[in-house]
């Protein structure tokens, strides 16, 4: 298995947007679009301006307030080449946002979430958060607020297609729209979902398969026979309740994801989880490492799962992309190694039998293209991909 190598796509990627960063980016050819969620612009005073040459000085008062400065958050959607530069069309007051853009890029989704950071925090610690969400259907170049509740929570966004898809926030909670998200249906929550508290409580994972089924995980203390475990659970997109998919014993999942396979081809499901119990906050005994692991299971009914891979506790599992003709990436970090944290990508180009891994040093975002195997990183403004 030879380590796949990077080449430059780009030395001045977003160099113009500020603040900067590339946000979420997605690549086709030479096209580039981003939901980005930046802070504001905060620039200094020159020097000479200081009352002490020592202190820098911003250019105004508002701009030392943290809360101030959260609350100037905003989402951005831009769109353009790699050529020819990028023009934003869509920026809304938000520190949270989340998206779906269909394959043709023609159609997008946006949900932003809001919270005033300049008020007195509540007695419970949940400061309201105002939720609210768009549809362009023109590449994203013009946008329509859709009517939605704004202390209804969006932290995914799972589509079909343009007219049929799922929003799934805090509660959690799940809602299914058929027609554009003019419309939603809250659908039922599969047992032990929720826990009253938690009212922000989310699932642990959340995945939409080629097929339509919408899959969540989470983890439970008891559920019937099932201890400590997380459990998974799966909802058909012509039904109306959740319906048991597998229980993956003594681990807490990370990510949930699938294999993008034809219309009434079987595909696969992944699963990367820490094993163990689920530990709960200011637990002493919780010395921080954990055994990651990955697993998979076919999507059809009554699925048998294997266990492909555990690895080393040194390597704390953030995230898991998977790809097509058995490569499967795994991001890492890694507690052994002292200094600034590194990003290790741990890869396999068999379906999970063999693993390597490399130290991708220090990137500043990136995206992983499942349909060509391709992956990239942002380093700075040097924007690289690498072919698996």
């Known amino acids: 298995m030879t380590t796949p190598a990077w080449e430059n796509v780009s030395d001045a990627f977003m160099r113009n947007d500020k603040p900067y960063g590339g946000g979420a980016f997605r690549i086709r050819d030479s096209e580039v679009m981003t939901l980005k969620v930046t802070g504001p612009d905060t620039p200094f005073k020159p020097a000479s301006e200081w009352k002490n040459p020592e202190i820098a000085e911003h250019t105004e008062p508002w701009m030392n307030n943290s809360g101030?400065?959260?609350?100037?958050?905003?989402?951005?959607?831009?769109r353009g080449t790699l050529d020819s530069g990028m023009t934003r069309y869509f920026q809304q007051q938000a520190q949270d946002g989340a998206w779906w853009y269909?394959?043709?890029?023609?159609?997008?989704?946006?949900?932003?979430?809001?919270?005033?950071?300049?008020?007195?925090?509540?007695?419970?610690?949940?400061?309201?958060?105002?939720?609210?969400?768009?549809?362009?259907?023109?590449?994203?170049?013009?946008?329509?607020?859709?009517?939605?509740?704004?202390?209804?929570?969006i932290s995914y966004l799972k589509f079909l297609d343009p007219q049929r898809g799922y929003a799934i926030g805090w509660g959690p909670n799940v809602w299914r729209t058929a027609d554009g998200g003019q419309t939603w249906q809250a659908i039922a929550l599969p047992p032990m979902a929720t826990d009253y508290r938690k009212p922000r409580k989310q699932f642990d994972a959340v995945d939409l398969g080629p097929d339509g089924l919408l899959r969540v995980?989470?983890?439970?203390?008891?559920?019937?026979?099932?201890?400590?475990?997380?459990?998974?659970?799966?909802?058909?997109?012509?039904?109306?309740?959740?319906?048991?998919?597998?229980?993956?014993?003594?681990?807490?999942?990370?990510?949930?994801?699938?294999?993008?396979?034809?219309?009434?081809?079987?595909?696969?499901?992944?699963?990367?989880?820490?094993?163990?119990p689920q530990q709960t906050d200011g637990d002493q005994n919780d010395n921080g490492k954990r055994t990651g692991a990955i697993s998979m299971?076919?999507?059809?009914?009554?699925?048998?799962?294997?266990?492909?891979?555990?690895?080393?506790?040194?390597?704390?599992?953030?995230?898991?992309?998977?790809g097509k003709r058995g490569v499967l990436l795994v991001y890492a970090g890694d507690s052994s190694r002292r200094g600034a944290p590194h990003q290790i990508t741990l890869y396999?180009?068999?379906?999970?039998?063999?693993?390597?891994?490399?130290?991708?040093?220090?990137?500043?975002?990136?995206?992983?293209?499942?349909?060509?195997n391709t992956q990239y990183a942002l380093y700075a403004y040097t924007l690289r991909k690498r072919q698996f």
């Open 102 to 153: 269909s394959k043709d890029w023609a159609a997008q989704y946006i949900s932003t979430g809001w919270m005033d950071f300049t008020r007195q925090e509540p007695v419970n610690g949940l400061a309201p958060q105002i939720t609210r969400l768009w549809r362009s259907i023109d590449g994203g170049r013009t946008w329509t607020q859709l009517k939605w509740p704004e202390d209804r929570n």
């Open 297 to 322: 299971w076919p999507g059809h009914r009554n699925p048998a799962v294997r266990q492909l891979q555990t690895f080393d506790e040194r390597y704390s599992l953030t995230d898991m992309d998977v």
């Open 68 to 78: 101030e400065r959260l609350s100037r958050s905003t989402a951005s959607f831009i």
């Open 217 to 276: 995980a989470y983890y439970v203390g008891m559920l019937g026979e099932v201890r400590l475990s997380s459990v998974v659970y799966r909802l058909p997109w012509d039904k109306a309740q959740f319906e048991p998919d597998v229980v993956l014993p003594d681990q807490v999942v990370v990510r949930l994801g699938s294999t993008e396979e034809p219309p009434g081809h079987t595909y696969s499901i992944y699963a990367l989880s820490r094993l163990g």
């Open 348 to 372: 396999s180009q068999d379906y999970g039998k063999s693993w390597k891994d490399i130290d991708d040093g220090m990137t500043q975002g990136g995206w992983f293209d499942s349909l060509t």
